[in-house]
């Protein structure tokens, strides 16, 4: 498969991995916008944000509670972010959350 996302979850390319689940994983922004910059993805395929099921959903917004306190975020605020589409920046079509911290946004 090419997508990108497919073959970091596949252990084809490295990631720095800062949490997983069974059905997520969590890696560090390879062109960080903040000094906490996490994507989450599930780790079967779907294009886009908007074709996530709720449990998909579900599991991607807990991991990011766990990865903001992880990262020492969750007291100060941290931004999740999805793009959806080529007009909104998105790169990899592979859903992905972005958890974004350590700094005022």
Not at 35 to 53: G, M
Not at 89 to 102: D, I, N, S, T
């Amino acid at each position: 498969m090419s997508c990108l996302f497919c073959r970091i979850v596949d252990g084809e390319i490295p990631a720095t991995v800062v949490h997983e689940t069974k059905t997520t994983l969590a890696f560090r922004d390879i062109r960080p916008k903040a000094p906490v910059h996490v994507l989450l993805i599930p780790r079967e395929h779907v294009p886009n944000a908007v074709d996530l099921d709720r449990d998909q959903l579900g599991d991607l917004f807990a991991a990011a509670k766990e990865v903001a306190e992880a990262e020492g975020v969750s007291e100060s605020g941290y931004r999740l972010v999805f793009n959806t589409g080529p007009d909104s920046g998105q790169e990899v079509f592979h859903a992905h959350l972005h958890v974004l911290g350590g700094e005022r946004l």
